[in-house]
């Protein structure tokens, strides 16, 4: 089984950044994509990027293109979202998750593994 732990998150003011980190529990021999969610109060869980095994093909969300960027070290298991100039409406719980394979979807449900999320908020 496959466990994803996210961390990094916290109370930041509009205009800061965070980096959040998702470590998975082992190495496993396959490749595979991973994606981060977010899910605001009162609100759907919605895509905010993904990536694929080697990191060379990314997707981002329009509201966060420019200002968040992906990445990932598979010598760690740990994939990373870097959160800049962030907004008051990037306030919601962060989850990563994982694919079964490499390629890259938007698609909360093409996701079978999710870490428990870490709660991001921008103050304005």
């Known amino acids: 089984q496959v466990q994803l732990v996210e961390s990094g998150g916290g109370l930041v003011q509009a205009g800061g950044s965070l980096r959040l980190s998702c470590a998975a529990s082992?190495?496993?021999?396959?490749?595979?994509?991973m994606g981060w969610f977010r899910q605001a109060p009162g609100k759907e869980r919605e895509f905010v990027a993904a990536?694929?095994?080697?990191?060379?093909?990314?997707a981002y969300a329009d509201s966060v293109k420019g200002r968040f960027t992906i990445s990932r070290d598979n010598a760690k298991n740990t994939v990373y979202l870097q959160m800049n100039s962030l907004k008051p409406e990037d306030t919601a719980v962060y989850y990563c998750?994982?694919?079964?394979?490499?390629?890259?979807?938007?698609?909360?449900?093409?996701?079978?593994?999710w870490g428990q999320g870490t709660q991001v908020t921008v103050s304005s």
């Open positions: 998750a994982r694919r079964y394979t490499t390629v890259i979807t938007t698609t909360a449900h093409d996701y079978p593994y």
């Open positions: 082992r190495r496993t021999a396959s490749a595979y994509a």
């Open positions: 990536i694929n095994w080697s990191g060379g093909s990314t």
